[in-house]
């Protein structure tokens, strides 16, 4: 039986002041004509000894109000999904563009299976600058080759590109620029050849999209998005390369916008969806499982549309006042993300424009990127001061800011970003190329996020609240309920130091209860020790032995801790309420201890990595016994 119950009866009887005590025989009487429950005296004494957390006789307050918390932590699934550490740790690699310019856009160009199908392991990186110059990049960013975009039209004045949109079904790159013209680039063979050039467009084209089926017989879309605020939409399909194969009588087709509108390009259809935005539009997307587009704007009037293209009077219009400058869709969960200069994030039903399904707050810049992770259940957020936060969808919750990305990152620069969703790395780019780690790839081999990913280094039962309690070299202390399976509660970071700015975890290489098993204490590969209470992850006490020495065995025997480790000594802590003593019994070992056993009250055994083993009298610390063990 829970005392939870039996507390939250005396609160509101008022039987029970703060500064009121209650013993052993008063909470059994409690239990028995207030309750009318009755324990068998085992477990009434288990019970006590529990909530008796000074281990003096008497319950207080503090005391009944600390098990409260304990026992709803149990039962708390967001402590049992808790992480074992930050998404986002470390600082971010940082890459030269090797541009002369900020880049205006970074894709990711797959090299196509027979299927059709692709990912990120095969394929190379490109970066487009602003002066037409286009780079490509290994899988691990090594720089390869750069080739450039020219107008055949400008002798004198140079290019400016908008965008850039690659097309691995036709092997096509497209550039578009601020002389309203539309590039398609052959790049078969590492080749970068002029193959189609589309001019004279209405407008500037300020943003593309592209997406291809992998079903070679569906059409395959080029969204465009002008400075207007109309949505062009160009359709095609990609067998033999469609409009952009090769034709023996000339190497590239100059076209005017008004000539393709007439159909005049053969098998490339255009749909056009004019001033669906009063403002230029930021972002634009087509989904093969919506068979939709969308395209967000600073609009307030319409500042996000999500439509059919072969049906446009079918169409969601998104109404927020300052528009929407980011937005991004999770085709496996069907969630609509936005993010605009109001600084909020908000998550949609795409089929219910009217109101948001959810708003998180806490950015203080216009958000310009959004990366959904994990089938909609975690967000990643970047705002213009450079400021990336990541956020729990289910619990509404932000669970890291975090603001590592260099100074180099201006605010005052735009920025694309590109997210790999095989390493987990968000790569960002403007005048550098900045690397971040979105949550480390667990190796599924040694860990499943849950238990420990590193080696555990000590398992222990607790006896009182029938838990085990593991820690491990990821420096992560976990209470477990070995009943249900479950993971209880986690402390991450256990032990840590500041290094350059950076806390970086130190290994636990030991741990124990003390005599009541409240407490817990552990020790690490830098000889820093803490004492815990476990249960609720708070560290009650910093010690430490010898800088760098390594702690590999502790006990704990009444109010003292014998601490041993490669100093060779076996160090002596006396807790009071206070203060903490230390001492150093004599040095008789020749080499590093290993491990050690107490037998209470009179003898403590130790043994080191030569194969000495000791005896000492435990109350005096004398040694009185040597063995060498030979193997």
Request: charged content about 20%.
């Amino acid at each position: 039986m829970s005392l939870k119950s039996f507390l939250i009866e005396k609160v509101l009887e008022n039987n029970m002041t703060k500064n009121e005590e209650m013993d052993m025989s008063q909470l059994k009487h409690a239990f028995v004509s207030i309750l009318n429950i009755k324990l068998s005296s085992e477990d009434f004494d288990i019970l006590f000894r529990r909530i008796n957390l000074k281990n003096d006789g008497y319950v207080t307050w503090n005391e009944f109000i600390s098990y409260l918390i304990m026992e709803f932590q149990k039962i708390d699934v967001s402590i049992q999904h808790q992480m074992l550490e930050l998404p986002l740790t470390g600082s971010p690699e940082i890459f030269r563009t090797r541009h002369r310019t900020p880049i205006c856009r970074i894709a990711f160009y797959p090299e196509l299976l027979p299927d059709r199908s692709s990912s990120f392991q095969r394929g190379c990186y490109l970066t487009a600058s602003r002066d037409g110059v286009i780079n490509y990049w290994s899988l691990d960013f090594k720089y390869e080759r750069s080739v450039q975009s020219t107008s055949p039209f400008l002798k004198i004045q140079q290019t400016a590109i908008t965008d850039m949109i690659l097309m691995p079904d036709v092997q096509i790159i497209c550039v578009s620029s601020t002389e309203r013209d539309l590039r398609f680039y052959d790049v078969v063979a590492k080749k970068f050849e002029l193959r189609v050039m589309i001019s004279s467009l209405d407008h500037i084209v300020v943003c593309m999209s592209y997406y291809f089926s992998s079903r070679v017989n569906e059409d395959s879309y080029i969204i465009l998005g002008d400075k207007s605020g109309s949505v062009v939409i160009m359709t095609f399909s990609s067998i033999e390369k469609g409009p952009f194969k090769q034709q023996p009588e000339y190497n590239t087709l100059f076209i005017r916008y008004e000539a393709v509108i007439k159909g005049e390009l053969p098998d490339l259809k255009v749909t056009e969806i004019k001033h669906v935005h009063t403002n230029w539009i930021n972002q634009v997307a087509y989904y093969g499982s919506l068979r939709a587009f969308m395209s967000s704007s600073r609009c307030s009037e319409c500042s996000l549309l999500f439509s059919d293209p072969t049906r446009i009077r079918i169409h969601y219009k998104f109404t927020i006042d300052r528009g929407i400058s980011c937005f991004n869709f999770c085709e496996e969960s069907q969630m609509l993300v936005t993010g605009g200069p109001d600084c909020i994030i908000r998550v949609w039903n795409p089929f219910v424009p009217k109101k948001a399904s959810n708003t998180l707050q806490g950015h203080k810049a216009t958000i310009c990127a959004i990366i959904i992770q994990n089938l909609g259940q975690r967000i990643y957020s970047l705002s213009k001061d450079r400021c990336i936060k990541v956020w729990d969808v289910p619990t509404h919750t932000c669970i890291q800011t975090y603001n590592g990305l260099q100074h180099e990152l201006s605010e005052n620069v735009k920025v694309s970003v590109i997210y790999n969703d095989l390493t987990h790395k968000m790569i960002i780019c403007s005048l550098l190329i900045a690397i971040v780690v979105c949550e480390q790839v667990i190796n599924q081999e040694t860990s499943d996020g849950i238990t420990h990913t590193k080696p555990v280094s000590s398992v222990l039962y607790n006896h009182l609240y029938k838990v085990i309690v593991s820690t491990g070299l990821d420096s992560c202390i976990i209470v477990w309920d070995p009943w249900l399976g479950r993971r209880l509660y986690l402390v991450t970071n256990a032990h840590s130091i500041l290094l350059y700015g950076q806390y970086v975890n130190i290994e636990i290489t030991a741990a124990t209860f003390d005599d009541s098993e409240h407490l817990l204490i552990t020790g690490a590969r830098n000889g820093s020790l803490k004492i815990w209470n476990f249960n609720t992850g708070i560290c009650l006490r910093n010690m430490a032995i010898e800088d760098q020495c390594e702690i590999t065995s502790l006990s704990w025997v009444e109010n003292r801790i014998l601490c041993t480790g490669w100093n060779r000594h076996v160090t002596e802590f006396t807790i009071s309420k206070l203060d903490t003593y230390k001492k150093s019994w004599e040095l008789i070992h020749t080499d590093d201890i290993l491990f050690s056993a107490v037998r209470y009250p009179q003898v403590l055994t130790t043994a080191s990595y030569n194969g000495e083993i000791i005896f000492w009298q435990l109350e005096t610390g004398q040694p009185y016994r040597r063995y060498q063990v030979c193997y």
